[in-house]
């Protein structure tokens, strides 16, 4: 049994939110989108807490890493910002070649921060200093979804034509490729020793790691799977373009349906994010309506 209540909807943005980041240590929520400013948003109080800082135009992707107390996020304008949270105070300012970038993500075991940009080129800085270690082509069309395994040392990422490439963190050799969706991977999510995947092709996908041999497949929603997070080994959390949140076991059950028509006040319009709290249990979501919406889950 899963019990899923709204506790709170916090507004305030004048856009539609592409991004949220969690401090789960500190219990706070970080949202950004098509407002040029970044939100920090306390979840034990539930309530507002500050701007935490402008940004130059709309941001695309929130990474926190909470070892360092970093928060990264990837600007449609093309630049990479490194902002100290606690202060706030911009740290770096990283480039890449051309475009922008919509995924990034912290690899701790190695001290690294890599992001790869709409042309499919990847970008590798050391985490100590912001350094450009390396960059090199990984695949040659856009990335929109990114997951990593540090334990397997596996890096996947989604491409738009419905590809997901898997590489091995340590030198970057790539893995293995195969298209498992039609349309564009938007999004990922390692579970339980597997690899989970959402698309624009409305299908979500079980594969195994590393040869990627489908062993679960579902039409989860109506449209887009926007995001796919674990809430723990044996439950998933995702939502779509078509205004819902749902639950599900690893065996793709439904066990919960979150939306306007089942007379449950949730979006809207197309939730584009999803954040999870695991120490307090809490579903975080947002969208083009604007909103951010705060769940209880029991289970």
């Known amino acids: 049994m899963v019990?899923?209540?709204?506790?709170?909807?916090?507004?305030?943005?004048?856009n539609p939110i592409y991004t949220l980041a969690i401090d789960e240590q500190n219990g706070l929520l970080y949202s950004a989108g098509n407002d040029k400013g970044i939100v920090e948003w306390d979840l034990n109080t539930l309530k507002f807490k500050r701007v935490l800082c402008a940004v130059p135009s709309s941001v695309y992707n929130l990474c926190y890493i909470i070892e360092r107390d970093l928060l990264v996020a990837t600007l449609r304008s093309g630049g990479?910002?490194?902002?100290?949270k606690s202060e706030p105070e911009l740290i770096a300012k990283l480039t890449i070649d051309k475009g922008a970038a919509f995924v990034v993500k912290a690899i701790l075991s190695k001290n690294?921060?890599?992001?790869?940009?709409?042309?499919?080129?990847?970008?590798?800085?050391?985490?100590?200093?912001?350094?450009?270690?390396?960059?090199?082509?990984?695949?040659?069309?856009?990335?929109?979804?990114l997951a990593l395994d540090e334990n397997k040392h596996i890096l996947a990422a989604g491409d738009k034509n419905?590809?997901?490439?898997?590489?091995?963190?340590?030198?970057?050799?790539?893995?293995?490729?195969?298209?498992?969706?039609?349309?564009?991977?938007?999004?990922?999510?390692?579970?339980?020793?597997?690899?989970i995947s959402g698309g624009r092709d409305a299908k979500m996908f079980k594969t195994s790691v590393p040869y990627l041999s489908k062993v679960a497949e579902i039409t989860p929603h109506m449209f887009t799977v926007y995001g796919i997070i674990p809430l723990n080994n044996s439950l998933i959390a995702t939502v779509s373009r078509d205004k819902t949140l749902?639950?599900?076991?690893?065996?793709?059950?439904?066990?919960?349906?979150?939306?306007?028509?089942?007379?449950?006040?949730?979006?809207?319009?197309?939730?584009n994010s999803i954040a999870y709290i695991e120490k307090q249990q809490l579903i975080c979501t947002a969208g083009d309506d604007k909103m951010v919406k705060i769940w209880k889950v029991v289970f």
């Open 246 to 271: 749902k639950i599900w076991d690893t065996d793709f059950k439904l066990l919960k349906n979150l939306s306007r028509d089942k007379g449950i006040d949730s979006h809207h319009l197309s939730i």
């Open 3 to 14: 019990e899923v209540t709204l506790q709170n909807t916090f507004i305030g943005h004048q």
């Open 162 to 195: 419905g590809f997901i490439h898997l590489w091995d963190i340590r030198d970057y050799h790539k893995l293995t490729s195969e298209q498992v969706h039609t349309q564009s991977v938007t999004s990922l999510a390692f579970v339980d020793g597997y690899l």
């Open 80 to 84: 990479i910002l490194v902002i100290r």
């Open 112 to 145: 690294e921060l890599i992001a790869i940009d709409e042309y499919g080129k990847a970008y590798v800085w050391s985490l100590n200093n912001f350094e450009l270690l390396y960059s090199f082509q990984v695949i040659n069309t856009t990335v929109r979804s």
